[in-house]
Each structure stands twice: as structure tokens, then as C-alpha cells.
Nanobody, 118 residues
Framework: QVQLVESGGGLVQAGGSLRLSCAAS????????MGWYRQAPGKQRELVAT???????NYAGSVKGRFTISRDNAKNTVYLQMNSLKPEDTAVYYC????????????WGQGTQVTVSS
């Protein structure tokens, strides 16, 4: 069983920055893809950024150039550096771990609130 614990959310003014962290338990972190998703009130959960076990990254168009996903396999932690934040970035941000062994296995964190004031 894998547990994901997010931290780093909070309230920030537009144009500011936040760094989210997600610490994973267990031994499969380094061979798993990691991702950040977000869900705003009344909206569906959407992908923000992903990073493969090899370090390849992918971003939603709305955050490209402003957000950076990275991982530290020695610390079993994935990060999301968010710069130039906008009010529309306000959401609960969730960490996701995806592991493939005959089938795709996913784990989710509990979420951390990010609020950007205008």
C-alpha cells in the first residue's frame, strides 16, 4: 500500500509563487509515474503536470511556462513549483502515483488547497 501526503498549499496573491510537495511511502516511487491534478469548485478534476520515472514531463497548456514538476527519488518526493499564479489556479491540488504491473495501479493523496487572490 502506498500513501501520498501533500503539503505546501495556502493562500497567495496573484503573481506569487507556491511550491507543493508530495511525499510517498513504499518502495515503488522511483519506478512510478507521478502527477499533479487539480479540482476547482464545480469543475472536474484536471491534469496539471506529470513526470515519468525517467524524468520526462508533460504539462497542461494553461500552466506551461509557469509551473514546473520535478522529483527526488532519494526522498520519495515529487514537487510542483508554481510561479506567476493566477486566480484561476485556485483549486484543490492532488498528487497521483501511477504504477504499471500487468495493469495500471493508481494512488491519490488527500489534496491540498491552493487559493490565489486577485
Amino acid at each position: 500500500q502506498v500513501q501520498l501526503v501533500e503539503s505546501g498549499g495556502g493562500l497567495v496573491q496573484a503573481g506569487g509563487s507556491l511550491r507543493l510537495s508530495c511525499a510517498a511511502s513504499g518502495s515503488i516511487f522511483s519506478i512510478s509515474a507521478m502527477g499533479w491534478y487539480r479540482q476547482a469548485p464545480g469543475k472536474q478534476r484536471e491534469l496539471v503536470a506529470t513526470i515519468t520515472s525517467g524524468g520526462s514531463t508533460n504539462y497542461a497548456g494553461s500552466v506551461k511556462g509557469r509551473f514546473t514538476i520535478s522529483r527526488d527519488n532519494a526522498k520519495n518526493t515529487v514537487y510542483l513549483q508554481m510561479n506567476s499564479l493566477k486566480p484561476e489556479d485556485t483549486a484543490v491540488y492532488y498528487c497521483n502515483l501511477e504504477f504499471t504491473l500487468f495493469r495500471v495501479i493508481e494512488y491519490w493523496g488527500q489534496g491540498t488547497q491552493v487559493t490565489v487572490s486577485s
